[in-house]
């Protein structure tokens, strides 16, 4: 299979293998008026198999959603086709609206315009609790 470099954009790599279009989806991707590719199981010595996600723009990612989804990844940002910088994300502090508290007695069951907030409480294990009654968020 070919997929062709890109110029100038963003390459999202290193996603766990089976999480590019949770990833995709996470972060409007598909609103964007570029050109946007989803690499599913490609080969990789280093994880065995994973995802990429090549965007032919440079936009602003959310890397808190990135974080989150996956704190593995790495960003590489591409300038007249070479990589000019690469980085990682780490999970974020919090989380606001991505996943919804599953406590039915939690203030977000009753006030509906309330904001969905987790709170990282243990980086090592990513373990997130809800800010309100700090239930646990379920997988």
Do not use: W
């Not at 070919?2 to 996470?26: F, M, P, T």
Request: proline share 3%; aromatic share 4%; net charge negative.
């Amino acid at each position: 299979m070919n997929i062709d470099s890109i110029r100038n954009g963003i390459v999202i790599d290193h996603i766990q293998a089976k999480k590019g279009l949770e990833i995709y989806d996470a972060l409007k991707l598909g609103e964007l008026d570029c050109s946007v590719a989803i690499i599913t199981n490609a080969r990789s010595e280093k994880m065995g198999r994973k995802d990429i996600i090549k965007i032919d723009k440079d936009i602003d990612l959310d890397l808190d959603i990135l974080g989150y989804l996956d704190p593995n990844i790495t960003i590489n940002i591409i300038k007249n086709d070479k990589r000019i910088e690469k980085y990682h994300v780490d999970p974020p502090e919090q989380i606001v609206d991505l996943i919804k508290c599953k406590n039915p007695r939690c203030i977000t069951s009753i006030e509906q315009e309330l904001k969905h907030v987790f709170i990282l409480t243990d980086k090592d294990k990513k373990t997130y609790r809800c800010k309100y009654c700090e239930t646990l968020k379920e997988d």
